[in-house]
């Protein structure tokens, strides 16, 4: 096993980082194990009771609304034999029971319930049998995140300079709060998760890509390539709002896209989350978001901003599905071993802190891959100890 560091250039990365199985491993572990990663909205869990079944990296991950509030995240595990204990994606209860043995928890992960109990002895201790649950769940601006260390960065502290843009994200909502559109669209594609983490802030491509979906009026402020790249904390940013007049509906949020590393993704119609399965397969869920106490035909038209361009049928999303898959096969070929995030690197800049490039350049990947990297190497790998 090579060092996964030198993997991550400056100017390029390796394409083991997409194709290699062990790679991919040593992300569940060192990455989704590690760090915050988005399990659900507010919105989706808002009663007592509710709860939304999710992932932490491989982890199934059931999140729920307890009584007085609270949020809590329970690994979907039954402690007896293993299987689920939940496979609803959303639902409202007070208790989980595997359907194998009829194993039963409460909302809060106890053990409450065991049929025929006497055939346990003394030892038995139902009190160190509860379903596990994530060690820490913190909440921003209705996005809640679970992690599965307990110690580390805040949520806040992890999120850095994204938290400004989640503010303004949700103040386009006239009571600063936002809602998601009941139902998710969920698709997938024979490709790295990390495809979909560089696309979702890569003006660069849009106007190759996306020729036949892109407004002419865009495309002009493509070319000119107004606005900004950000690499923020980590994560990356597609900052228009420097545009003006924004030449897509003023019902739309945000004038700019985040990759909040490692799993969400903030579009201005819509929120995606990331879900790798294995070094080239990946689910995406897409959620449209509604504006709270505004008139109907304003969320309609978010809805049709979802539809016809950023949802799983739109007119991008479709484009961007066929060429991670392309990706993915151009990469396995192993006679050229780099891939190149060169571009802006002689023109990008400090700019209130952050290096910014123009907007066609790859600053926001450099500083993902610079993170990835971080993660990476930053402790050693049981994976890697056992090479
Ligand atoms: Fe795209």
């Known amino acids: 096993m090579q060092d996964v560091g030198s993997l991550i250039r400056n100017d390029s990365v390796h394409r083991s980082i997409y194709t290699d199985q062990h790679i991919f491993d040593m992300e569940m572990d060192l990455i989704f194990n590690k760090t915050w990663v988005f399990l659900a909205h507010a919105c989706e869990i808002a009663e007592e009771g509710d709860y939304k079944t999710t992932y932490i990296g491989r982890h199934p ?14 690994i979907n595990r039954c402690r007896h034999r293993g299987p689920i204990v939940c496979q609803h994606e959303y639902g409202n209860s007070k208790h989980f029971r595997c359907p194998y043995h009829s194993w039963t928890y409460d909302n809060s992960g106890n053990l409450i319930g065991v049929p025929m109990p006497q055939g346990y002895g003394k030892s038995f201790d139902r009190t160190q049998l509860g379903l596990t649950r994530v060690p820490r769940v913190a909440e921003y601006q209705g996005f809640i995140f679970g992690c599965m260390t307990e110690f580390g960065p805040t949520l806040e502290e992890h999120l850095g300079g994204i938290t400004k843009f989640l503010d303004a994200y949700v103040a386009v909502s006239p009571t600063g709060k936002i809602d998601l559109f009941e139902g998710t669209q969920k698709c997938g594609y024979n490709g790295n998760w990390k495809y979909q983490l560089e696309n979702g802030v890569d003006p660069y491509h849009v106007g190759a890509l996306h020729l036949s979906a892109v407004t002419p009026e865009a495309m002009e402020i493509y070319r000119q390539g107004r606005g900004s790249v950000v690499a923020m904390d980590g994560h990356g940013v597609t900052d228009h709002t420097d545009w003006g007049p924004m030449p897509v509906d003023a019902s739309l949020s945000g004038g700019f896209n985040l990759v909040i590393f490692p799993n969400l993704i903030v579009l201005r119609s819509q929120i995606r989350t990331v879900r790798p399965i294995a070094v080239d397969r990946t689910e995406i869920y ?21 539809e016809f361009e950023f949802g799983a049928a739109g007119t991008f999303f479709t484009d961007d599905l066929e060429i991670f898959e392309r990706t993915q096969e151009g990469l396995q070929s192993g006679a050229v071993d780099w891939v190149v995030f060169a571009r802006g690197l002689d023109r990008e800049e400090m700019r209130n802190g952050y290096m910014t490039g123009s907007m066609s350049d790859e600053t926001q990947h450099r500083g993902m891959y610079q993170n990835w990297k971080r993660m990476m190497t930053s402790v050693t790998s049981p994976a890697l100890a056992a090479e």
């Open 61 to 74: 991950i059931i999140v729920t609304r307890l009584a007085g509030g609270t949020v809590t995240a329970l």
């Open 286 to 306: 897409t959620n449209a978001v509604r504006l709270q106490n505004v008139a109907e035909d304003v969320n309609l038209r978010r809805m049709r901003d979802q």
